[in-house]
């Protein structure tokens, strides 16, 4: 069975950094396009960033030049550094992959439970 787990989220005050990490089991990242998501109250889900399996990485509009996602193969995981976070960065954040998925197309098929961020002074 397929499981995707986040970690590393927290509060934290504009202009601050967090990392977060998603770790899968059962499916091998490295073959497949990864995504980043969140979703704020009252939002619908949006992307934030993803990684191929060529290790491409796009980004939101809204987060290029302060997040960075990364995928280290050997832990079968990737992770979103964010900086200068903002109060709009607040939201639930989840991690998303599949055998179907790819950056920029489609919805992934599996998900995780996903991390709160909430940035707040």
């Known amino acids: 069975q397929v499981q995707l787990v986040e970690s590393g989220g927290g509060l934290v005050q504009p202009g601050g950094s967090l990392r977060l990490s998603c770790i899968a089991s059962e499916f091998t990242l490295d073959y497949y396009s990864t995504g980043w998501f969140r979703q704020a109250p009252g939002k619908e889900r949006e992307g934030v960033s993803c990684i191929d399996s060529d290790y491409r990485t796009s980004y939101a509009d809204s987060v290029k030049g302060r997040f960075i996602m990364t995928r280290e193969n050997a832990r079968n995981s990737v992770y979103l550094e964010m900086n200068s976070l903002k109060p709009e960065d607040t939201g639930v954040y989840y991690c998303?992959?599949?055998?179907?998925?790819?950056?920029?197309?489609?919805?992934?098929?599996?998900w995780g439970q996903g991390v709160q961020v909430t940035v707040s002074s």
């Open positions: 998303g992959t599949g055998f179907l998925y790819a950056c920029g197309r489609g919805w992934p098929e599996y």
